[in-house]
């Protein structure tokens, strides 16, 4: 099956800084990716929908300064947590889809994101 | 706006015993993919079995299958010979057929499984 990696799959940043989030399709060209975040015991939250060379689609009440997202290649996309603050400590997903692949999304291992 | 319902927040099975997960959807749609998607501990999110909705047969993978109901929006999940590496979260989740759009998971069922 095709394979989406993210790295890092841990990472610890103080209050104020940014940090960089990347997801990566090892074996196929991913026209779209999505983000998703999940608290604890709880469903994946879309956050933004991402596809190669475009601006990304932010769901409603995600602020699209904070969570920068771009999709440069076919197989590349990252999320950016800008001025990160203890709430935005969470398990971050990515997952990818190439068109006309049965429907099928592919997920990344996730990241782990702790703000001191 | 298509929304994914799953009734059961925790399920327990003993070990070897078949258990099914409820799932129910509510879509104007009339093509589109249903899944079902675990997540062990380690949190990745696997791919269990998937249903396309113009498919009348049932999808199964080998202990996996599923009751597809399209009139009714149900599609539930039967594990049958239920092991312990099954125990995890399991979510149902429903993608359109229309596009590259994204899936709408439910909130997960936790299935236990007791040796």
């Known amino acids: 099956g095709a394979v989406v990696s993210q790295h890092p799959s841990r990472v610890i940043c103080k209050s104020g800084t940014s940090v960089k989030i990347e997801c990566r399709s090892l074996?196929?060209?991913?026209?779209?990716m999505f983000w998703y975040r999940q608290f604890p015991k709880q469903s994946l939250m879309l956050m933004a929908t991402?596809?190669?060379?475009?601006?990304?689609?932010?769901e409603q009440g995600v602020e699209k300064d904070k969570f920068l997202i771009n999709h440069a290649s076919l197989t590349l996309s990252t999320l950016t947590v800008t001025s990160a603050h203890p709430e935005d400590s969470s398990f971050y997903i990515c997952?990818?889809?190439?068109?006309?692949?049965?429907?099928?999304?592919?997920f990344g291992p996730g990241t782990r994101l702790t703000v001191t | 706006a298509q929304t994914v319902t799953q009734s059961q927040p925790e399920m327990s099975v003993q070990e070897a015993e078949t258990v099914t997960l409820s799932c129910t959807y509510d879509?104007?749609?009339?093509?589109?993919?249903l899944f079902w998607y675990k997540q062990p501990p380690s949190r990745q999110m696997i791919l269990v079995i998937r249903?396309?909705?113009?498919?009348?047969q049932n999808a199964t993978e080998n202990r996996f299958s599923v009751n597809f109901q399209k009139a009714a929006k149900s599609f539930s999940l039967k594990i049958s010979d239920s092991q312990l590496g099954d125990a995890a979260m399991y979510f149902c989740?429903?993608?359109?057929?229309?596009?590259?759009?994204?899936?709408?998971f439910g909130k997960g069922t936790r299935l236990s499984v007791i040796a």
């Open positions: 997952s990818a889809t190439a068109y006309g692949e049965g429907g099928e999304q592919y």
């Open positions: 249903q396309e909705a113009y498919k009348q």
């Open positions: 879509t104007s749609e009339s093509d589109y993919y």
């Open positions: 989740a429903y993608r359109s057929r229309t596009g590259n759009t994204p899936l709408v």
């Open positions: 074996d196929f060209q991913a026209t779209t």
């Open positions: 991402s596809n190669e060379g475009s601006k990304a689609t932010y």
